[in-house]
T-cell receptor, first 115, second 109 residues
Framework: EPEVTQTPSHQVTQMGQEVILRCVPI?????FYWYRQILGQKVEFLVS????????KSEIFDDQFSVERPDGSNFTLKIRSTKLEDSAMYFC?????????????FGPGTRLTVL | GQNIDQPTEMTATEGAIVQINCTYQ??????LFWYQQHAGEAPTFLSY??LDGLEEKGRFSSFLSRSKGYSYLLLKELQMKDSASYLC??????????WGAGTKLIIKP
């Protein structure tokens, strides 16, 4: 069964450093998302991406964040200058954009720790 | 504002039935999802409701009442592996998923 994959599974970085989180969505999916979940808190929407551009973004997704689909398979989230409060699980998700349920399928997540 | 409410935590006994409620107030409605999330793992899809009524899928069922802004997830014949958080999420008018904080379900033998 196809699945969303993410790398790395864990990332430790120093405050102020740039990080790039990588995702490979399911191959025939057209819509891609990034979410974050701070430990013990709810899942929070960051950004959605369709047709090579951002379709929606939340207040969390400020100028420090950017997304890119550099090739036909990868979808990346970049945080330019990490802050302590960026420490969280970051989940990538994708959906096909078709079908009745149009379910979003999640990757296993990247645990980001900012020191 | 947009709001989704679910109980923080529930406890049930192995083999029993449990109902997890979710109420929502969102700008528009394009479907309600239930996801299961084990600690440290990604949410996995359980069910989807867009019309009123009950959707049954094996041991899990989900109910929706759009007029009441209410849904529940019913888990039957509980197993220890069902211990997890259950997340209610609503797709709003922008087709963005708005998430509840999740209900942590503890199953006791």
């Amino acid at each position: 069964e196809p699945e969303v994959t993410q790398t790395p599974s864990h990332q430790v970085t120093q405050m102020g450093q740039e990080v790039i989180l990588r995702c490979v969505p399911i191959s025939n999916h057209l819509y891609f998302y990034w979410y974050r979940q701070i430990l013990g808190q709810k899942v929070e929407f960051l950004v959605s991406f369709y047709n090579n551009e951002i379709s929606e973004k939340s207040e969390i997704f400020d100028d420090q964040f950017s997304v890119e689909r550099p090739d036909g398979s990868n979808f990346t989230l970049k945080i330019r200058s990490t802050k302590l409060e960026d420490s969280a699980m970051y989940f990538c998700a994708s959906n096909s954009g078709t079908g009745e349920t149009d379910t979003q399928y999640f990757g296993p997540g990247t645990r980001l720790t900012v020191l | 504002g947009q709001n989704i409410d679910q109980p923080t935590e529930m406890t049930a006994t192995e083999g029993a039935i449990v109902q997890i409620n979710c109420t929502y107030q969102t700008s528009g409605f394009n479907g309600l999802f239930w996801y299961q999330q084990h600690a440290g793992e990604a949410p996995t899809f359980l069910s989807y409701n867009v019309l009123d009524g009950l959707e049954e899928k094996g041991r899990f069922s989900s109910f929706l009442s759009r007029s009441k802004g209410y849904s529940y997830l019913l888990l039957k014949e509980l197993q220890m592996k069902d211990s997890a958080s259950y997340l209610c999420a609503v797709k709003d008018s922008n087709y963005q998923l708005i998430w509840g904080a999740g209900t942590k379900l503890i199953i006791k033998p």
